[in-house]
């Protein structure tokens, strides 16, 4: 079994669609990461939770600690949203990812 | 630099060769993390650098797997006695502490032939 759980694997939406990507966990963690890769293979960090919400730009990150389940939101979606977007938890001394999601935004 | 940077960015090599990879984080940056991520996979972590100091080793693969940070900056992973399941990308990330998001560099691509 994974430690970390993604879904949908892969997404394809229309421009301009509201997207949720979600994440379950089955450790504990001192925070959770999401990630963006882009088709070229580079990583960028969006967002660090260890509870809450937090929101950048179109781009909104959530987290329950208790039902141990974070989500991504993006309003607005644009093609250039494309790209694999990565959970990843911190247990504390170590990080375990989730398989990632594939998201296609078409014009 | 500007950002995280990686040496080099691709590598090939013999199954059986030692190879050093090195990561240069950010300046000031006291947090340094070791990734890798092989074709087709997810990412898996490494090994994770607060200072000169790595508290837990176990992520790493095998024994055949070091890596050491000098000096707070630099941070080298060496693999000894390459084989073909090491090919890879190799990532590096740092950040300004354990409570920020974390910078990634480019990465290694290894090709263990």
């Known amino acids: 079994k994974n430690e970390v759980e993604q879904s949908p694997q892969n997404l394809t939406a229309q421009e301009g669609e509201f997207i949720t990507i979600n994440c379950s966990y089955s450790?504990?963690?001192?925070?959770l990461h999401w990630l963006q890769q882009h088709p070229g293979g580079g990583i960028v960090s969006l967002f660090m939770?260890?509870?809450g919400k937090k929101k950048h730009g179109r781009l909104i990150a959530t987290i329950n600690i208790q039902e141990k389940h974070s989500s991504l939101h993006i309003t607005a979606s644009h093609p250039r949203d494309s790209a694999v977007y990565i959970c990843a938890v911190n247990t504390g001394n170590q990080f375990y990812f989730g398989t990632g999601t594939s998201l296609t935004v078409i014009p | 630099g500007a950002g995280v940077s990686q040496s080099p960015s691709n590598k090939v090599t013999e199954k059986g060769k030692d190879v050093e990879l090195r990561c240069d984080p950010i300046?000031?940056?006291?947090?340094l993390y070791w990734y890798r991520q092989s074709l087709g996979q997810g990412l898996e972590f490494l090994i994770y650098f607060q200072g000169n100091s790595a508290p837990d080793k176990s992520g790493l693969p095998s024994d055949r797997f070091s890596a050491e940070r000098t000096g707070g900056s630099v941070s080298t992973l060496t693999i000894q006695r390459t084989q073909q399941e090491d090919s890879a990308v190799y990532l590096c990330?740092?950040?300004?502490?354990?409570?920020?998001?974390?910078?990634f560099g480019p990465g290694t691509r290894l090709t263990v032939l």
């Open positions: 990330a740092s950040s300004p502490s354990r409570a920020i998001g974390q910078f």
């Open positions: 450790v504990g963690i001192s925070a």
């Open positions: 939770l260890s509870s």
């Open positions: 300046s000031g940056h006291t947090a």
